[in-house]
């Protein structure tokens, strides 16, 4: 991989080479510096069933069975859930509706740090968002891989949207209470 110089003293890896790696899969594998990977495994933390359980229960009132809650200093400020049909809003997905509801009361910078708790893997258009509000954490139950067997997914993962914006970078965790999520599709 060739490597750029510049006055800082420290080794840059040419972009181009650092995105091929990124598409090779091979950023995650190598805990590649934070120059590079922009998307961080993220591993479970106690509170996070505890904050899914109140995603998982929007996602059941939802048009389609997805959910989301906002939580910031341990505390849930914001949730949201899929109104697609009732407001007749493709966009009104999980994600999109708890962070309009939180921008609409609060200051957006207060975002920035926040966690956001969704029963689906975000949609690259929500991850779009998450990554524009400066989202530092992501905790999913069900992966696009596993909705995708329930319904159509843009099959780009949360990851590769992450990985993606060289400005942040995103702790992602996935897979919390992923079985009591999917679950929600065989109710609807
Ligand atoms: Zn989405």
Redesign the pocket.
């Known amino acids: 991989m060739s490597r750029k110089t510049c006055g800082c003293g420290a080794d840059h890896f040419d972009r181009r080479a650092a995105l091929a790696t990124m598409a090779g899969g091979l950023a995650a594998a190598t805990g590649a510096s934070p120059a590079q990977a922009h998307a961080k495994r993220s591993p479970v933390r106690p509170e996070d069933e505890k904050f899914m359980q109140i995603a998982i229960a929007e996602a059941a009132k939802g048009d389609f069975p997805f959910g989301a809650a906002i939580v910031r200093e341990d505390k849930v400020v914001s949730t949201g859930r899929n109104l697609g049909v009732t407001n007749h809003d493709p966009t009104a ?1 999980g ?2 509706v708890a962070i309009r509801r939180f921008v609409a009361d609060n200051p957006a910078k207060e975002l920035k740090g926040a966690t956001l708790y969704t029963s689906g893997e ?2 690259p ?2 991850m779009g968002a998450i990554v524009w509000c400066g989202i530092g954490r992501v905790v999913y139950a069900a992966s696009i891989e596993q909705l995708s067997k329930r319904l159509g997914q843009i099959m780009i993962t949360s990851r590769a949207v992450a990985e993606a914006a060289p400005f942040l970078t995103v702790e992602i965790t996935g897979g919390v209470l992923a079985p009591e999520a999917l679950a929600l599709f065989d109710k609807k």
Request: glycine share 0%.
């Open positions: 997905h994600e999109m975000p949609c258009m929500c």
